[in-house]
């Protein structure tokens, strides 16, 4: 204050940041000083120490606020979260039934599948016939038919001609 230069002890590595709230501190003397003029260095610099207490209450309040809508803000989200879980509730019961009945169709399909080939094994093993059991073969690529010869005279690619 008023250029007088004040030695302070800190921590080691602390330095820089005593300088910087020495600086903000010179800041806010000179800028009251300019305000309200000559008052006395202790005047000033309880005048300066409430200016900066009312810095860091407005910080505190400010803060305790954000916490607070921070907080309701993360409740409002686990509710929403519960909320979208009890709506999936029965999308999961209906996919859980329709996956239980492809189950019973499967199995009931392999017992069916089982079942005739048990039975066409012990008709294989008894000689009779297979008479009962239908081959499908493809019907046979019908050729394409024959490309008209091009007209006399007319030298274009078959691709190139007009319809």
């Given at each position: 204050?008023?250029?007088?230069?004040?030695?302070?002890?800190?921590?080691?590595?602390?330095?820089?940041?005593?300088?910087?709230?020495?600086?903000?501190?010179?800041?806010?003397?000179?800028?009251?000083?300019?305000?309200?003029?000559?008052?006395?260095?202790?005047?000033?610099?309880?005048m300066?120490?409430?200016?900066?207490?009312?810095?860091?209450?407005?910080?505190?309040?400010?803060?305790?606020?954000?916490?607070?809508?921070?907080v309701?803000?993360?409740?409002?989200?686990?509710?929403?979260?519960?909320?979208?879980?009890?709506?999936?509730?029965?999308?999961?019961?209906?996919?859980?039934?329709?996956?239980?009945?492809?189950?019973?169709?499967?199995?009931?399909?392999?017992?069916?599948?089982?079942?005739?080939?048990?039975?066409?094994?012990?008709?294989?093993?008894?000689?009779?016939?297979?008479?009962?059991?239908?081959?499908?073969?493809?019907p046979a690529?019908?050729?394409?038919?024959?490309?008209?010869?091009?007209?006399?005279?007319?030298?274009?690619?078959?691709?190139?001609?007009?319809?």
């Amino acid at each position: 204050m008023d250029g007088h230069l004040y030695r302070m002890s800190c921590d080691p590595g602390e330095e820089a940041r005593v300088e910087t709230l020495a600086r903000e501190l010179d800041g806010t003397i000179r800028a009251l000083k300019g305000r309200i003029g000559e008052i006395g260095d202790r005047r000033i610099a309880v005048m300066a120490a409430l200016t900066i207490l009312d810095r860091l209450k407005t910080a505190e309040t400010r803060l305790a606020e954000l916490t607070e809508e921070n907080v309701r803000l993360e409740r409002a989200r686990e509710r929403a979260a519960l909320a979208a879980e009890a709506e999936d509730e029965p999308l999961i019961a209906r996919i859980d039934a329709a996956t239980a009945a492809i189950e019973r169709l499967t199995a009931e399909i392999n017992a069916n599948v089982r079942s005739s080939q048990s039975g066409a094994a012990r008709t294989d093993a008894d000689g009779a016939s297979f008479s009962h059991v239908v081959r499908r073969t493809p019907p046979a690529p019908t050729p394409d038919p024959p490309e008209e010869p091009d007209p006399p005279g007319d030298t274009a690619p078959s691709f190139a001609k007009r319809s």
